[in-house]
C-alpha cells in the first residue's frame, strides 16, 4: 500500500509539472537591437553536420562533433571552421549524439539521447576525462513520465538534442515531436550510474529547440530554435521559465543545430550546412 501511494504521488508530480501553463509566467520581450549576427566561418567538411559545440581552449578554439549515425569523434576547430584535431573514440558508437556540454574540470559530456521516433530505452551521456578524453564513464538515464515505447505521436516529447552542465547537475531539454508545442525540462545527477530524470519544468514554445547552453556566470540560459535564440534569466529559488525571457532572431541561418556561449553575453552558433554564427551583445 505504501508503494503505490510513493507511485501515484510520483504520477501527480509528474503530471503537474509537466502540465506548467505559461498564464502568469511572462512574455518574451524582442532582444534583436542588443545583439549583432555575423557569419564567421564554415566548418570542416569531416565535421560538417554539426550537432554539438563546446569550448575547448582559451584561445577559442570549439570542440564539435557530427550528428547521428557519422564516426564516433570529436573535432576541434577554430571559430572559422579550420580543423586543427580529430579524436577517434571508438569503440564508442554514434547512434545519435546530439549535443555536448563541459564541467569545470574540463571534462566533456557527449549527449547520446536523440530520440527522433522516442523509442530508445538506451539513452545516455558519455562523460569524458583524462588525457585525449580516453578515460570514459556512461550515465545511462530514463524519463520518468515515459511508459510507452513509442508514444502516440501527439504525446511524442521524449527526443533531446539540448543540454548544458551546471553544478553537479546536467539541464536536457526535449524535442517535442508531438502536437503539444511544450517543452520539457529534466535533471540529471552528472555522476555515472543509471539514473531516472526529473522533470523540473515546461513551457510552451513556438519551435523546436535544437541546443543549449548556460553563460559563465550562471546567470542565462539560452534555447536555440528555428529562427530564434530564447533567453532566460535564471532567478535564485525559481524554475528556469519564470526568469525574465527574450527572444533574439536568428535571420537567414538555416536549420541551427549547435549553440555555445563563448562570454556571459556573446554565443556562437551553428547550422546543419556548417555555416558558423557569432551573436555579439551591445547594451
Request: net charge neutral.
Amino acid at each position: 500500500m505504501v508503494v503505490f501511494l510513493r507511485i501515484v504521488l510520483v504520477l501527480l508530480v509528474v503530471t503537474a509539472v509537466g502540465c506548467t501553463s505559461n498564464q502568469g509566467r511572462g512574455t518574451f520581450a524582442d532582444a534583436s537591437r542588443q545583439y549583432t549576427i555575423t557569419e564567421i566561418g564554415r566548418i570542416h567538411a569531416k565535421a560538417q553536420e554539426s550537432s554539438g559545440l563546446e569550448n575547448a581552449t582559451t584561445q577559442g578554439d570549439l570542440w564539435t562533433h557530427a550528428d547521428g549515425g557519422n564516426t564516433a569523434r570529436l573535432y576541434r576547430i577554430t571559430r572559422q571552421g579550420d580543423l586543427l584535431q580529430t579524436l577517434d573514440l571508438e569503440p564508442l558508437q554514434n547512434i545519435d549524439w546530439e549535443s555536448l556540454a563541459q564541467d569545470e574540470e574540463h571534462r566533456l559530456y557527449v549527449g547520446d539521447f536523440g530520440n527522433n521516433k522516442n523509442k530508445r530505452r538506451n539513452l545516455r551521456v558519455y562523460r569524458l576525462s583524462g588525457p585525449e578524453f580516453r578515460q570514459v564513464d556512461t550515465i545511462i538515464f530514463n524519463y520518468p513520465d515515459q511508459r510507452v515505447f513509442p508514444p502516440r505521436k501527439a504525446q511524442r516529447n521524449f527526443d533531446c538534442e539540448a543540454f548544458y552542465y551546471h553544478q553537479d547537475s546536467l539541464y536536457l531539454f526535449t524535442k517535442n515531436r508531438g502536437n503539444s508545442g511544450i517543452v520539457k525540462q529534466y535533471v540529471l545527477p552528472a555522476q555515472p550510474g543509471r539514473h531516472t530524470a526529473r522533470l523540473a519544468d515546461s513551457l510552451a514554445l513556438p519551435t523546436w529547440v535544437t541546443a543549449a547552453d548556460i553563460s559563465p556566470d550562471g546567470h542565462r540560459v539560452a534555447l536555440l530554435g528555428e529562427g530564434q535564440v530564447y533567453q532566460f534569466e535564471r532567478l535564485p529559488g525559481r524554475r528556469l521559465f519564470d526568469g525574465l525571457k527574450t527572444t533574439i532572431p536568428l535571420a537567414k541561418s538555416g536549420q541551427a543545430e549547435a549553440l555555445v556561449f563563448i562570454n556571459d553575453r556573446d554565443f556562437i552558433f551553428s547550422n546543419e550546412k556548417g555555416a558558423l554564427y557569432q551573436a555579439v551583445y551591445h547594451p
